[in-house]
């Protein structure tokens, strides 16, 4: 099932500086609202590995932050993840939390940018000082002004993807626009 956004809403989407892949002009648009603490979160990265690998040139991903309240290390979570997009590592960075769900307290943050090749000094500073707490709060506005209540959240080509952890329904839905655009 899937929900339109107006095409307002659709533009702040993929407007802004979120950390994203692919081609700004890709004829897929995918905007994923994440909690690096969410099961749901880290069950979607199979599905989006999936959707990459039969239409990466196609296919623009952009990340966007969701991290709920009772999730206790998912703000800070999300808080590094900025801060490894400002060094160019934010896919290793990401990975790595998705696979590590368990361990996303400070330091065990601050261990991976370390394996990672991360300026870890500057990495520490940004957590320090918050740095990216006004980006991660404006993915919340978005959030509360979609009305977005399920983790994680998709929106492809301006259309809410309901149920965005199956495979399949991410596939149809990229074929669907595919053909449409032909």
């Keep these: 099932e899937k929900l339109r956004v107006s095409s307002a809403d659709a533009a702040k989407l993929t407007a802004s500086e979120a950390p994203a892949r692919g081609p700004r002009d890709a004829k897929l648009q995918l905007v994923e609202f994440l909690d690096y603490q969410s099961t749901y979160s880290a069950q979607a990265a199979t599905a989006l590995h999936t959707l990459a690998a039969a239409h990466g040139d196609q296919l623009r991903l ?5 991290p709920l309240p ?3 290390h998912a703000r800070l979570a999300a808080e590094a993840a900025l801060a490894a997009h400002a060094q160019g590592k934010f896919w290793e960075l990401h990975a790595w939390m998705l696979s590590h769900q368990d361990e996303l307290d400070r330091a065990a943050l601050e261990r991976a940018a370390g394996v990672l090749q991360l300026d870890v000094p500057r990495f520490k500073a940004a957590l320090d000082t918050h740095r990216y707490a006004a ?3 404006a993915d919340l506005a978005l959030v509360e ?3 977005i209540t399920a983790m994680p959240s998709m929106f492809l080509n301006g259309e809410r993807i309901l149920d965005s952890v199956d495979p399949k329904l991410l596939m149809d839905a990229a074929e669907e626009y595919l ?3 032909e």
């Design 145 to 147: 002004q979609l009305t």
């Design 62 to 66: 952009v990340i966007r932050m969701f």
């Design 135 to 137: 980006a991660v709060d």
């Design 179 to 181: 053909a449409q655009a």
């Design 70 to 72: 009772e999730h206790t």
